[in-house]
């Protein structure tokens, strides 16, 4: 049978092969002898927050210079090293790369302008507030939709997953909407367990079967709280893993960029609780304490805290990706106009006087997560991203205009810590304007985390990476796919250097990636799989010529028979950042 690949034009076989200079890499395989690790420069790292500059009426204020604002982290004065304006929107379309090549870098992922994504949340929203969502949408689109803005639509069941990927085009984006149907909670209530009053033919009296009943009543309370924090432990881990993939979707994308997360919840804030320090160390190491953070957030006794409590050091990893890929959430409450508490309409009057499993289940749901908390949560995740929260309007479409909104006030900052030491605390930031009648919104702050010296294992994090449907672009790279022998495909890597680390040594510079080529089926179940390491020093003319031109590693892949997908992965073994693209391939 006929190969698509092989009949590319011998023009688009020799587009990597004529980059003159490029360094050609030999990769080792995984268990092969390593170098000793070399020393890291001493240098600092470039912090980079957005400040969204305002007037009194929310009009953006243009034509600031450096000298107009003021940074400090925890106090301290920093020295702002970068500044970028807001960026001026334009219309520039995706570049098309040739056949036969794969790419992640940006303009082939993204039309120009800000960036923004739409995450339509079916994991923690109820049934009726999608449909209500979906329906403010299709208007949004109808109406509202600014040129120059790409957007991107994605959902979150029980994983994160594109529906639209970046797109201008109004048009697309409506389908894609349309499109979208309401599903159910993934995560089910808990079923009613079996009937356990006595009944007259027992012969248990009146006064006994009262006692067994509340019994029994006590012990399916018991495992309805049970299946409470099961199903907040479930969503809290799946959130998590969505904040992960949209830091390796987004990073590699140049400036600020806006996710609008619709929702009716979420089950956890970005600053994790730590009950074993005292409340003068929680004072001085988290924001938002006391009077900055509410009590419903701050409740050490409410489950969201305790899936902070549980979830910390994961939650803090979440909110460290976040900030170095520059994004801001804009949570977008899809309950709309309501009152004080929760509308009782969202849950059947049965499930209030039902005493068995799902009522109470359900019951327990809607007290854990009742509206002052979760909005109070909303709140928390924007402030710690720069974004802004938006609840209490039925209107929720206009959420989204906000976002876009923001992008023209945006000023992005950058500086360099006089703290050097990255000892995985939280530093407060804070920003001010010199001029009158300004206002200043930002994220708060980060957590000095440094990943270069945890040395984990990224193997589960790029997997889960390669099953995400779109590419990621923290670490840019070009593939040309060539079949020149019967059942197997070579991918000739070209990977940027600039999205890399290279470290120096007193023998050269050390570069250390891994490479990752899988192989899929058209029922999505893997065929072939293939990891290999480059850890080897390079000399310095090597170096320059890969800082320049880029990196070249040719990989030899067996394809079997029925294959349908290629999916390739570059990861940074002392950051752990990824690229990932994917492409169609057919072998019969």
């Known amino acids: 049978m006929s190969n698509p690949l092989s009949r590319i034009p011998i023009a688009t076989i020799l587009i990597l092969n004529v980059i003159v200079g490029c360094v050609f890499v030999r990769a080792q395989q995984e268990g092969s002898s390593e170098i000793p690790t070399a020393t890291l420069r001493a240098e600092t790292r470039l912090v980079v927050v957005d400040a969204v500059v305002t007037d009194k009426k929310g009009q953006p204020v243009t034509g600031l210079q450096a000298d107009d604002f003021t940074v400090e982290e925890n106090g301290k004065k920093q020295k702002i090293s970068v500044l970028v304006p807001p960026r001026a929107d334009n219309t ?3 570049t098309q790369v040739p056949p036969g090549v794969l790419s992640n870098h940006p303009e082939h992922v993204s039309p120009s302008g800000p960036p923004t994504v739409l995450i339509l949340d079916v994991l923690n929203s109820q049934f009726k507030d999608q449909a209500y969502v979906r329906s403010q949408m299709l208007k949004y689109v109808t109406e509202q939709i600014q040129v120059g803005h790409p957007m991107a639509i994605l959902t979150l069941t029980n994983r994160l997953h594109v529906i639209q990927e970046f797109t201008s085009d109004p048009q697309v984006l409506l389908a894609a909407i349309k499109d979208f149907r309401p599903q159910p909670p993934v995560l089910q209530a808990a079923p009613p367990p079996p009937a356990t009053e006595a009944s007259p033919s027992t012969g248990v009296r009146g006064g006994q079967a009262a006692s067994l009943l509340a019994a029994a009543r006590t012990d399916v309370a018991e495992f309805a709280d049970q299946q409470v924090g099961y199903d907040l432990e479930r969503r809290t881990l799946i959130t998590i893993d969505a904040m992960n993939l949209l830091a390796h979707m987004l990073g590699g994308l140049q400036g600020r960029k ?5 929702t009716s919840d979420l089950p956890f804030d970005l600053i994790p609780e730590n009950r074993n320090v005292t409340n003068q160390e929680l004072m001085a190491t988290l924001p938002g304490q006391g009077s900055e953070r509410s009590a419903t957030v701050n409740a050490a006794g409410s489950l969201a805290a305790e899936a902070r409590q549980l979830h910390d050091h994961e939650i803090k990893d979440a ?9 801001a959430i804009y949570p977008v409450d899809l309950r709309g106009l309501v009152g004080g508490m929760d509308s009782s309409a969202a849950y059947p009057a049965s499930y209030n006087n039902d005493m068995n499993g799902a009522g109470i289940a359900n019951t327990a749901l809607k007290q854990s997560g009742g509206l002052s908390a979760s909005q109070d949560t909303l709140q928390e995740v924007a402030s710690e991203t720069g974004g802004k929260a938006y609840f209490n309007e039925n209107e929720v479409r206009q959420g989204v205009s906000l976002a876009m909104t923001d992008d023209k006030s945006s000023y992005t900052i950058g500086y360099y810590p006089k703290n050097k030491n990255w000892d995985g605390k939280y530093r407060k930031v804070r920003i001010k304007v010199a001029r009158s009648g300004t206002i200043v919104r930002c994220r708060r702050g980060y957590f000095a985390i440094d990943t270069t010296q945890e040395k984990p294992n990224y193997d589960q994090d790029v997997i889960a990476t390669l099953n995400f449907n779109a590419p990621a672009t923290q ?5 040309q796919l060539k079949t020149e022998t019967p059942g197997k495909v070579q991918a000739v890597f070209l990977i940027d250097a600039h999205t890399i680390t290279i470290e120096e040594s007193g023998r050269g510079q050390k570069i250390n990636v891994s490479l990752y ?5 058209s029922t999505g179940d893997m065929l072939a ?3 290999i390491k480059v850890d080897q020093l390079v000399d310095s003319d090597s170096y320059l010529q890969i800082v320049s031109r880029g990196m070249m590693v040719p990989i030899d892949i067996e394809v079997p028979r029925g294959s349908k997908e290629i999916r390739l992965a570059v990861v940074d073994n002392k950051t752990g950042l990824v690229g990932t693209v994917s492409g169609s391939l057919e072998i019969n």
């Not at 806006?258 to 619709?262: C, G, I, L, Q, R």
């Not at 080529?517 to 089926?521: E, N, P």
């Open 319 to 327: 909110e460290a990706r976040l900030a170095t890929a520059d994004i």
């Open 475 to 479: 670490v840019s790279f070009m593939v």
């Open 92 to 94: 520039r379309s995706l």
């Open 517 to 521: 080529a899988t192989v899929f089926g």
């Open 529 to 531: 799989s293939h990891v």
């Open 258 to 262: 806006s996710v609008v997360w619709m």
